[in-house]
């Protein structure tokens, strides 16, 4: 069965910390995305990996980097965190092998900035 | 990425059919389209895609007309579960590797 799992379902962290959060996907896909979701605004693209070591900015890059050093990894990093980044963060994944490229989603990271 | 412009939200009753429109005036020749469903506290989960005419799966149909400035997903006869936000997706496969843009979705609300 399919899965997509992220390291946490609740973080809670300082402004200035720095975060990382981390998605694993075993279904061996090419694409790995990074998404955050607000009420009233739906999801918005942050991030997008096609391969490893590969990555380029979505909507809201700002304040944001990734990594992606191995296949099923693909990580999002806060480098110092500020409260408007509080959040549900949602990682999905992906594969050019399926045509329809559905995307596949984790469960989600609910990040309170405090 | 073309925009989609989605109703808000949409109040249903069980056992109805549902229709939910989406505009995508700027949708390009190599665009599909594709909706997800939503749970609160879950991510999206991909429904159907779709490129012109209809496409019928088990869960939904989706309706295209001939000109793809808009389409329609229609659930039949909807129950409570059913109840969610639902997202219109427009975007080339092919180039942007899947990439998408999520609008704000319709939250759909079924009532007993």
């Known amino acids: 069965d399919v899965k997509v799992t992220q390291s946490s379902r609740y973080l809670v962290k300082r402004t200035g910390e720095k975060v990382f959060l981390e998605c694993v996907q075993d279904?061996?896909?090419?694409?790995m995305f990074w998404y955050r979701q607000d009420p009233g605004l739906g999801l918005r693209l942050i991030y997008f990996s096609y391969d490893v070591k590969m990555k380029e900015k979505g909507d809201i890059p700002e304040g944001y980097s990734v990594s992606r050093e191995k296949k099923e990894r693909f990580s999002l990093i806060l480098e110092s965190a500020s409260t408007n980044q509080t959040s549900m963060y949602l990682c999905?994944?992906?594969?050019?092998?399926?045509?329809?490229?559905?995307?596949?989603f984790g469960p989600g990271t609910r990040l309170t900035v405090t | 990425l073309a925009k989609t412009t989605q109703p808000i939200s949409m109040d249903s009753y069980e056992g109805q059919e549902v229709n939910i429109t989406c505009s995508h005036n700027?949708?390009?020749?190599?665009?599909?389209i594709t909706w997800y469903q939503q749970f609160p506290s879950q991510g999206p989960r991909f429904i159907i895609q779709g490129y012109k005419t209809k496409v019928t799966n088990e869960v939904a149909s989706l309706f295209i007309p001939a000109d793809r400035k808009s389409s329609t997903l229609s659930l039949p006869r909807v129950s409570l579960s059913d109840t969610a936000v639902y997202y219109c997706l427009v975007g080339d496969m092919n180039t942007n590797a899947g990439k998408s843009t999520f609008g704000d979705g319709t939250t759909l609300t079924v009532k007993p």
């Open positions: 999905a994944s992906s594969t050019p092998h399926r045509r329809s490229y559905e995307q596949y």
């Open positions: 700027n949708i390009a020749t190599n665009d599909y």
């Open positions: 279904m061996d896909h090419e694409n």
